[in-house]
């Protein structure tokens, strides 16, 4: 009965290569996250979905590409890998002010 | 811009007392969230403060001065499973934008 899940949890891939994460959390909740947390530890907010919508969408390359296909899932969609996308990327959801978050998934450009 | 800034490392003693500060200039703000981060998992939520005051919840407790733009955790009856890293975190405006800051690696010792 996990909350907000993720796939995959290890990611390794060469630069170039196009990659999606998926998430899905089962806790009805009608807003979605994608954080970024780089090897410092510091955790950035990249775009959040409230029932589809897009309502955060913070200065991110745009090579990175959300998608919702319904208020459950919220997918990430990374195109032309780079090394400096080496990162732990977590999901999280809220219904109110609490965020939520998915186990991560660690992705490693080489 | 947000700024906000926490210790980078702190060590205690099992059983002991400690206080994590975080210092914060925002604008807009719209309440104040401690998480806390097992190194390689997901940040779970600890506590939030919206008003000024102490908000106690078992062995942890949190304050904020919103004047101050200042909160604390504190910690109490320290166990070594308590040493991760404390993520202080501002919620702006409206909507349900996050804003951490780096974080702060505990360490508890025998």
């Known amino acids: 009965d996990t909350a907000v899940s993720q796939t995959p949890k290890y990611l390794v891939t060469q630069m170039g290569n196009d990659k999606s994460i998926k998430c899905e959390q089962n806790?009805?909740?009608?807003?979605m996250y994608w954080y970024k947390q780089d090897s410092k530890k510091f955790l950035k907010i990249m775009f959040s979905?409230?029932?589809?919508?897009?309502?955060i969408n913070e200065t991110v390359p745009n090579r990175f590409s959300p998608k919702s296909p319904d208020k459950a899932h919220l997918n990430l969609h990374i195109n032309s890998l780079e090394l400096g996308d080496s990162a732990v990327y977590f999901c999280?959801?809220?219904?109110?002010?609490?965020?939520?978050f998915g186990p991560g998934t660690r992705l490693t450009v080489l | 811009g947000q700024n906000i800034d926490q210790p980078t490392e702190m060590t205690a003693t099992e059983g002991a007392i400690v206080q994590i500060n975080c210092t914060y200039q925002?604008?807009?703000?719209?309440?104040l969230f401690w998480y806390q981060q097992h190194a390689g998992e997901a940040p779970t939520f600890l506590s939030y403060?919206?008003?000024?005051g102490l908000e106690e919840k078992g062995r942890f407790s949190s304050f904020l001065s919103r004047s101050k733009g200042y909160s604390y955790l504190l910690l109490k009856e320290l166990q070594m499973k308590d040493s991760a890293s404390y993520l202080c975190?501002?919620?702006?405006?409206?909507?349900?934008?996050?804003?951490f800051g780096t974080g702060t690696q505990l360490k508890v010792e025998l």
């Open positions: 999280a959801s809220s219904q109110d002010r609490t965020q939520y």
């Open positions: 806790l009805g909740h009608d807003t």
């Open positions: 979905y409230n029932n589809k919508e897009l309502i």
């Open positions: 925002t604008s807009g703000f719209n309440g």
């Open positions: 403060n919206v008003l000024d």
């Open positions: 975190a501002v919620r702006t405006g409206g909507g349900n934008k996050l804003t």
